[in-house]
């Protein structure tokens, strides 16, 4: 899970808000399509056009706005909640049929077992091996195990998809781990988006790893 750092909503979310606080149409579902697809894009920009939960590469085609506290869970209006809002994959986010993801976290809320993408110790609460499985890192963040189980984190879909974007970018062409001094030259630029401000997938996956070649050559 990579870190979220959130920006501000788009303007045309923002007049959608001021025009229509404390009205009955005053939540989510009330809003415009245009506003949604709007801030849709804005929210896949802030992310890198990663999936908020997984780490895949997403589009607007691929993903859909997630909040992080279910609206079944929220109160009035909290479903408006900028910071509540993240993109993630798939399109439909009811579809469970890949077994991760948003769709399997459905309506699950306990906020004392869920680690946030917005949470600054995201990143360093999971661990992952060179097969791409993840785990808790402390054995004892009972958080950590929670949220990789309501989400699916595990499910061996995406443990596989991890394991080929490792395999593809940490390995040569003799099946060796690449050398810690090339580990260092990418490492300065795994998680820096493209020109067209993209993000690759797992990039803080890679991160961990390159950075755990770096600290065992040491």
Known sequence: MRKIRKTHPPPEYRSW???NRGTPSYCYDALPGEVKGTLKRHLLKEQGWLCAYTGLQVSEESSHVEHLKPQSSCDVSEDLDYRNLVACFPADGGDVS??????????WWDPARFVSPLDDSCERRFKFSWSGKIAARFADDEAAVETICQIGL?????????DAAIH???FDTRGHVIGEPEARRL????????GDDRLSPFCFVLKQLLQRIVEDSG
């Open 187 to 194: 490492l300065q630029a795994v998680d820096r988006p493209d």
């Open 98 to 107: 890949y077994g991760y993801g948003a769709p399997v976290k459905g309506g």
């Open 17 to 19: 808000i001021n025009e």
């Open 168 to 170: 593809g970018f940490l």
């Open 154 to 162: 595990d499910h061996k879909a995406l443990t596989d998809l991890r």
